[in-house]
């Protein structure tokens, strides 16, 4: 996989978390990001401590804003792991790795400092569902979404 683009996740005006996107080819706009077939990675990187609770409450908010109910109820199981792993964690702190590793066949793995945090969850369909929390018409942050596009200015 290459590097397809990185950049900062802000909040108000604090730096939240380094996030990059990582596909099989380049791509420039969402629609193609979501319809590429082939492995995708998103990495991250803690840029100031994050309770774990409200990363993943945060993701599944990004994915309902972005995917229709139906979508969201089909994938209820795949969804509930993402946010229990988070969950399960009281918090990251500055400098802690975290990532959502889709390969085809296989689902997404989510990981903690480069541990994987069970089984692959999901299918493709899931996968697009995440890509969305950041690259979807109503994205966590539309700066971020331009940088991981490779379109920032």
């Known amino acids: 996989m290459q590097l397809n683009g990185s950049g900062i996740r802000y909040k108000a005006i604090f730096k939240v978390y380094n996030m990059a996107l990582y596909t099989s080819s380049k791509v420039a706009s969402a629609e193609e990001a979501i319809a590429l077939r082939g492995s995708k990675r998103l990495d991250f990187v803690a840029l100031r401590e994050l309770p774990g609770t409200d990363l993943g409450v945060l993701f599944l908010r990004g994915m309902k804003d972005n995917s229709p109910i139906e ?51 999901g299918d493709d369909e899931f996968f697009a569902m995440v890509l969305k929390i950041w690259l979807g018409p109503i994205p966590a942050d539309h700066k971020l979404k331009d940088a991981l596009l490779g379109t920032a200015a």
């Not at 009281?90 to 390969?103: A, H, Q, R, V």
């Open 71 to 121: 979508q969201i109820n089909k994938h209820l199981a795949s969804s509930n792991r993402l946010i229990e792993i988070f969950s399960g964690r009281s918090k990251l702190m500055p400098g802690d790795t975290f990532s959502m590793d889709y390969s085809p066949g296989k689902g997404t793995t989510f990981y903690i400092q480069g541990v994987a945090q069970g089984a692959s969850v």
